[in-house]
């Protein structure tokens, strides 16, 4: 069931709104890509001021090594039968899902498509269909009528989840240095809930999304949004800095007021900076939009089978970095057919092909 | 009542609630310096010009915004007044619960009691609000409304809600509001807020706050509305965060709050088929009423400058008026900008009646704006309207016109008219026997001098290479001579040849503060005729006032060809005493050496950003220099706004007498003769501290140019 990725029309889609926009924003792609250079030139003094700016905002800032050490402070830290999460390539990259599920934690996914695959148990695979997601939808859930009743339902149904959850996990599309602030994009509003609701927000974080201001931040996030969806934003953004506060009762700063007490940043190295130190800076110049895919004529075919968390070629030479060489041709290394495609789609323009070149040299 | 009457009663009324005033001076001191550091790095320019830019092209901005919304998918209302904004709102609301968060917007349209009318539950989220909302209790300060609320009550009010017991302890508090709060989100039909930008390039409207109500209102009911008023919207994205930005830190103290967020339309996704669905986790339908009420009629008669308002409320933690009315001062946008929107929301009675005549003119707002907002020069603008349409009133007439240009006349009349109804205390006071002609009874007033200054005045005295004219202003001509007597003796003994120019007139400050422009004008003309040809190197005054009033000359004159270019001159020449002293490397010999000194910085200097005064006392050997707290918070004086408002001037000044005494000074000095008067009346008779103008100390002691 489903397909590893949108069919040709919904590409199409993409792509008209997409040049749209980057007609009315040409600068864009540059923009994007100086604003991660300067960023990633100066990684450790980032990291430094973030963690200390997340500090003065009360929040929880943990620097993880690797993604055991990530997905262990998770585990130890969620003390509830059930946590809601929103969808992040990072979580998925430290494996949290699946070690709380053996640990008999229930996991909600929130965002639409995310938990109507794990309503139907078919992990993992990309993108359903209208028709499919109706029949998961009546099958699992038991609702009927048209995809907007429908949607109703499992609103009706994750709701219960959110409002009951007392962790919620998020990824972040990026970290501001300088005021301490996680910046999460989405359309759905379910990374919203997730971040609001439970009275715990964990957000887990690669070091390459630190940027040093909310300019960056915005910067990024416009890239995320034309290159991905090709919207000029995404729905939402949520700037959080802090956990939710008021001051309201004689002064008296009280925290978790409507939003979470506690705010827990894991800040996620796992082979970032080894790959920055081995010259391939360029890896990180990713923002995760996709673009790359829809013009890759080895995805459509191979699905997650090319490549490791984070799909397609670039995620096989991420694999070298977390796993070794090893894990990078179980990622699909050898199956890059070098068009140079993504490169040409990428707003950074990573050159993936000559990344894979250069890797498999070593 | 007319509106003077209503006026009156709501500054009593703001006189006795002194609960809440003390609350907002309490948050302006514990604030207050938190800011001042943060907002230390902060652009004012570069957010002004982005104002500047968008409102100088709203109309083009609006049309923009309007089509990107609504490609985004938000339904967009665009609403001429009030009305059409709640109607509209009415159509979509029919009863059941709403929750709503703080919003400005939503307050100046009347939103909450019309749904309440159409049998909707309007529930507030903002706890501050909702503990207001609860206890049916007026806000005491725009960010923390319900400070003045003690803890005691609070907690009754959230165990009469839930039926539970409460403790008195905020976080069990927060607690169960958290929990009763969360189920009003669940179950409302319709969530209603504000907005603090709209930018038009993305289509996006952003919001900001710390408690996270607004995530809530804002996602959790199926329906939102958005209700902003067309001057927040932005070019870009980034300029929406600059606003925010900017609202965290002069709102706050905050370098950015806890939660932005930024909303580009209905919770969507989009499916492989390339459609889009609506109504996931957010709201499948948003609402933006685009409110127009006032805002191009604010354009169109030049007050384009308040549309620059962010709301961020720092002015207000400034502003000594409404640090004593609170949100009397004002109509539904507060303090003086709140005054101006009052005007073009709903006219100049209702702008009267909000306090139009109860600005200071300090421009402490000025100085907390992140846009530099001058506030006190609109309200100017907005008198001057007034009085051409309802005229000046007799007695103010005579005041301006007559009895401040012609000393003789006042001279003549006051000693025995005075003498009839005051009583004297022998130390240069005058105590009103009954409450006439304005004065209250208890007041202390100076006495008049037996001669004006002008009346005597040496026209030309000392010697030396530097040369400059006096300029005395009415305080010193009338009541203190003696004041004028000792600049011209810091002056001369420090080898400087005065003059001091016959026909010299009032500077004209107090008839543009009154709104009388014309009369403001004839006083600069015949001051610029005055000191045309005097050939010096500056124009000396002493006081803080005339300062401001003669800088001014330039702006006022702007439209007069024929005068403009001789203001700009005159007004390039203009130098306060100690600044003149300090900026010629004047040395202060020896001063008042036994007794401790404090000083008092006036407005009209601190505006103007100039110190010297103070730098000058420092500066003076021997002196005994004693700070004291609140050095620059406003002495309430604002010249005829002490004749008009006595009570709640004498309330405001009341404020530096703690500080003065706690600094231990013998002696307080200031540089203006506006602030003396008012220092002299606050301290009272018992003469201690002594009030004394910078001049007095030092002529006492002389002094050198370098
Ligand atoms: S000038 Fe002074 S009194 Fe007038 S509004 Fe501004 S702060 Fe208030
Ligand atoms: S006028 Fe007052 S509320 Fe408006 S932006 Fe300036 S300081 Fe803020």
Redesign the pocket.
């Known amino acids: 069931m489903g397909k590893y990725f949108a069919p040709p029309g919904a590409v199409a889609e993409i792509s008209a709104r997409r040049r749209q926009k980057l007609a009315r924003n040409p600068g864009l792609g540059k923009a994007y890509l100086e604003a991660r250079r300067a960023a990633l030139r100066q990684m450790d003094a980032l990291v430094e001021k973030a963690m200390q700016t997340l500090r003065a905002k009360k929040c929880e800032v943990h620097l993880a090594a690797g993604a055991a050490e990530a997905r262990e402070l998770i585990l130890n830290l969620v003390d509830a039968p059930m946590v809601v999460k929103s969808r992040s390539l990072a979580l998925e990259e430290i494996g949290v899902v699946p070690a709380l599920r053996a640990k008999g934690v229930e996991v909600v996914e929130t965002a639409l498509g995310d938990f109507v695959l794990q309503l139907a148990g078919v992990l993992p695979a990309w993108h359903l269909s209208e028709k499919e997601i109706l029949n998961v939808l009546k099958s699992g859930l038991g609702v009927t009528g048209d995809l907007r009743r429908a949607l109703g339902g499992v609103r009706e149904h994750l709701r219960r989840y959110l409002a009951g959850a007392a962790y919620g996990l998020t990824g972040a599309n990026a970290v501001v240095a300088e005021n301490g602030s996680l910046v999460i994009m989405e359309d759905e509003g379910n990374a919203r809930a997730v971040s609001n609701l439970p009275h715990t927000h964990i957000a887990v974080v690669g070091i390459e999304k630190i940027v040093p201001d909310q300019e960056s931040a915005m910067t990024v996030c416009r890239a995320a949004a034309v290159y991905g969806t090709g919207q000029d934003l995404g729905n939402y953004l949520s700037i959080i800095t802090g956990p939710s506060s008021t001051g309201d009762i004689q002064g008296k700063q009280v925290f978790g007021m409507h939003g979470p007490r506690r705010v827990i940043v894991i800040l996620l190295d796992n082979g970032r900076r080894r790959c920055l130190e081995s010259g391939f800076e360029e890896l990180l110049y990713c923002n995760n939009c996709g673009a790359c895919l829809e013009v890759c004529p080895v995805f459509p075919a191979r699905g997650p089978a090319y490549g490791h968390h984070y799909p397609g070629g670039r995620g096989a030479v991420f694999a070298a970095f977390t796993g070794g060489i090893a894990a990078a041709r179980e990622a699909g290394l050898d199956l890059c057919q070098s068009c140079g495609k993504c490169r040409e789609a990428c707003p950074a323009g990573i050159n993936t092909p000559e990344l894979i070149k250069r890797l498999s040299r070593k | 009542m007319t509106y003077s009457q209503r006026l009156k009663q709501k500054i009593s009324e703001g006189l006795e609630d002194k609960v809440s005033a003390f609350v907002r001076q309490m948050v302006t001191r514990v604030q207050g310096p938190v800011i001042r550091e943060m907002i230390r790095k902060f652009d004012r320019d570069e957010l002004r010009s982005v104002k500047e830019y968008a409102i100088g092209h709203l109309a083009e901005l609006v049309d923009r915004s309007v089509a990107r919304l609504q490609d985004n998918g938000f339904i967009v209302f665009r609403a001429r007044t009030a009305g059409e904004a709640v109607d509209y709102i009415l159509k979509l609301v029919q009863g059941g619960v709403v929750v709503k968060s703080k919003s400005n917007a939503v307050k100046e349209i009347g939103l909450v009691d019309a749904l309440v009318a159409a049998g909707a539950t309007v529930v507030e989220t903002d706890l501050g609000d909702r503990i207001c909302q609860m206890g049916n209790i007026p806000a005491s300060h725009p960010i923390g409304p319900a400070l003045h609320v003690p803890v005691q009550k609070v907690a009754e009010l959230f165990a009469a809600e839930t039926g539970q017991p409460v403790p008195p302890v905020p976080e069990e508090i927060v607690k169960v509001a958290r929990e009763t709060l969360r189920q009003r989100f669940f179950e409302a039909g319709v969530g209603i807020s504000g907005a603090n930008a709209i930018c038009a390039d993305t289509g996006s409207v952003v919001v900001m706050e710390n408690e996270g109500n607004i995530r809530c209102v804002t996602n959790l009911p199926p329906v939102h509305i958005i209700v902003a008023g067309i001057e927040k919207i932005v070019p870009t994205l980034e300029d929406g965060i600059k606003v925010a930005r900017a609202a965290g830190l002069?709102g706050m103290g905050l370098d950015f709050a806890t939660y932005v967020s930024v909303i580009s339309g209905p919770s969507r996704t989009h499916t492989v088929e390339g459609r889009v669905v609506y109504g996931l986790q957010g709201p499948g339908e948003v609402h933006i009423v685009l409110l127009e009420e006032g805002r191009w009629e604010a354009v169109k008669e030049g007050f384009a400058e308040s549309l620059?308002?962010?709301?961020?409320?720092?002015?207000?933690g400034r502003c000594p008026v409404y640090g004593e009315l609170g949100e009397r001062y004002g109509h539904k946008y507060f303090?003086g900008?709140g005054v101006i929107h009052a005007a073009f929301g709903s006219g100049l009675d209702k702008a009267l009646e909000a306090g139009l005549p109860l600005c200071l003119g300090c421009r402490k707002?000025v100085a907390?704006?992140?846009?530099r907002?001058d506030?006190p020069g609109m309200i100017q603008r907005l008198r001057e309207q007034a009085v051409a349409e309802k005229g000046l009133g007799r007695g103010r007439k005579m005041l301006l016109g007559q009895l401040l240009n012609n000393g003789s006349a006042i001279q003549r009349i006051a000693p025995v008219a005075g003498g009839l109804v005051c009583d004297r205390d022998g130390r240069g006071g005058w105590y009103p026997r009954y409450a006439l002609f304005g004065l209250e009874k208890g007041r202390r007033l100076p006495e008049l001098s037996k001669k004006s200054f002008l009346s005597d005045a040496p026209r030309r005295s000392g010697k030396g290479e530097r040369k400059v004219a006096y300029f005395a202003g009415c305080l010193n001509n009338l009541i203190f001579p003696r004041v004028a007597g000792a600049t011209l003796r810091v002056l001369r003994n420090s080898g400087v040849e005065v003059i001091v120019p016959p026909g010299q007139k009032c500077c004209g400050y107090p008839s543009l503060a009154n709104g009388d422009r014309d009369g403001a004008v004839r006083n600069a003309i015949a001051n610029l005729r005055a000191f045309g040809d005097a050939g010096v190197e500056a124009v000396v005054t002493d006081c803080a006032t005339c300062y401001s009033g003669l800088t001014g000359y330039p702006e006022l004159l702007a439209g007069d060809s024929r005068w403009v270019d001789s203001a700009r001159e005159f007004a390039g020449k203009v130098k306060e005493l100690a600044q003149y002293l300090v900026e010629t490397g004047f040395q202060p010999a020896a001063g008042e050496t036994q007794r401790k000194v404090t000083y008092h910085q006036p407005c009209h200097l601190a505006a103007h950003g100039l110190s010297h005064g103070r730098d000058l006392l420092q500066s003076v050997p021997g002196l005994q220099f004693a700070p004291s707290q609140l050095e620059d918070n406003c002495c309430g004086f604002g010249g005829t706004f002490n004749l008009d408002f006595y009570q709640l001037s004498k309330t405001i000044g009341a404020h530096k007498i703690q500080p003065i005494h706690g600094s231990g000074a013998a002696v307080v000095v200031t540089s203006c003769p506006g602030c003396m008067v008012q220092l002299m009346d606050l301290l009272g008779s018992g003469g201690q501290p002594q009030v004394m103008h910078i001049s007095e100390l030092l002529a006492g002691g002389g002094g050198q140019h370098g």
């Open positions: 002069y620059y308002c962010i709301n961020c409320g720092s002015c207000l303090g900008i707002c907390a704006c992140p846009v907002i506030t």
